[in-house]
């Protein structure tokens, strides 16, 4: 019975590790303090990217759809990415960082919106925001939110 409940939950955990990948393997910060100061001198606004890493099925979609998407590539270069994951599960991240990320979303994502892209100058003050997705593909909306306040 165990072997069967972990062969389970195996493709649950192996789907919220993919979902870490995105900050793996960009420039995605995980520090809202370092993103502004890096926003600030660099000239650039902050994308700050709300996901339920291991429970929401449109956060991972759009992780496939949108983020690993080579316009995406290109308009990142344009903005400081900061990445704010709240994960059911708490051994995805230390208590620091789940602390840190929920003090985030009090101050950007108050209704608990997921996924949520948030733009953010390097002043802190938000400029526009684009929430849900609707998994069908279509990202222009999410394309030209970020064409926008590059």
Same mark, same amino acid.
């Given at each position: 019975m165990k072997k069967a409940f972990i062969l389970f939950l195996l493709p649950?955990? +192996? %789907?919220? /590790?993919?979902?870490?990948? =995105?900050?793996k393997d %960009?420039?995605? +910060? $995980?520090?809202?303090?370092k993103a502004l100061k890096e926003? $600030?001198? *660099? %000239?650039?606004? =902050? @994308?700050?990217?709300?996901t339920g890493s291991d429970w929401c099925p449109p956060c991972k979609m759009?992780? $496939?759809? +949108?983020?690993? %998407? /080579?316009?995406?590539k290109a308009i990142s270069k344009d903005y400081v990415l900061l990445y704010v994951d =709240? &994960?059911?599960?708490?051994?995805?991240? $230390? &208590?620091? /960082?789940?602390?840190?990320?929920? *003090? =985030?979303?009090?101050?950007?994502?108050?209704k608990g919106v997921f996924p949520l892209l948030k733009i953010v100058n390097g002043k802190g003050n938000a400029l526009d925001e684009y929430s849900g997705y609707s998994m069908n593909? *279509?990202?222009?909306?999410? @394309?030209d939110l970020l064409n926008k306040y590059k």
């Open positions: 649950l955990i +192996l %789907s919220a /590790q993919a979902d870490f990948d =995105v900050v %960009s420039k995605w +910060l $995980t520090d809202y303090d926003a $600030t001198k *660099e %000239s650039k606004n =902050v @994308l700050v990217y709300f759009l992780k $496939t759809d +949108l983020f690993d %998407s /080579q316009e995406f =709240v &994960p059911r599960n708490s051994d995805l991240l $230390t &208590p620091e /960082q789940m602390a840190h990320n929920k *003090e =985030v979303m009090g101050k950007y994502n108050k593909g *279509e990202i222009q909306y999410h @394309l």
